[in-house]
């Protein structure tokens, strides 16, 4: 069976990267889409693993070849998710988890209407900006550009499939969770199993 995707967008500093790794504990057969970017790396963050590392000229480079099913410019940077690299991980039956923005999201949805979009949000802006300013990694700056960034991207979560909060971080990896088994056992995912057993 062909895997699906499952998008998730939020504002910087709601605790998407967190969620996620906790999904690719907790599931089998869920395969992380690294996407790549023209920033270098931070901290840590590591060639092949966090991101695909590239030049601006050879991001755009593959901008020209249509290799991108989507990508958008991020705070001065560019972001894209390769189309050859999701397109193998479905085919071998994987599903796909996505880490997007808004303007992502709604690109996967038109190349992918079957892919299931989930919008985190922060509980409000106050904590956002508590969570951005205690991670320590921006100075005051940039902190006031992510949230600028975070109150136009909030505006575009009703067009997502589902909304989850993130107040408690249990409960918010718990409704994740409950979304991507809801979506597995959806009839149209299970009639080729129910036909070939019954």
């Not at 990267?17 to 999904?23: C, D, H, N, P, V």
Request: glycine residues 8%; charged residues 25%.
């Amino acid at each position: 069976m062909t895997g699906q995707i499952f998008v998730f967008s939020a504002p910087s500093g709601t605790g998407k990267s967190t969620i996620a790794e906790a999904l690719m504990e907790n599931f089998g057969n869920l395969a992380y889409s690294i996407s790549h970017t023209s920033r270098p790396p931070r901290g840590t963050e590591q060639d092949g693993i966090d991101y695909h590392f590239v030049s601006e000229g050879t991001f755009r480079e593959m901008i020209g070849q249509n290799a991108f099913l989507e990508w958008a410019q991020v705070h001065g940077h560019l972001y894209g998710t390769a189309f050859d690299a999701v397109k193998a991980q479905m085919s071998a039956g994987s599903d796909i988890l996505m880490d997007v923005d808004v303007q992502g999201g709604r690109n996967v949805k038109k190349q992918f209407p079957e892919s299931t979009l989930i919008f985190l949000l922060p509980p409000s802006l106050k904590v956002l900006r508590k969570r951005l300013t205690d991670r320590g990694t921006d100075d005051p700056g940039v902190i006031e550009k992510r949230m600028a960034q975070a109150s136009e991207e909030i505006k575009h979560c009703s067009w997502y499939d589902y909304i989850v909060i993130n107040d408690d971080l249990e409960k918010a990896v718990f409704e994740a969770q409950s979304i991507i088994v809801s979506a597995r056992c959806r009839r149209a995912r299970r009639m080729d199993w129910v036909n070939a057993h019954f």
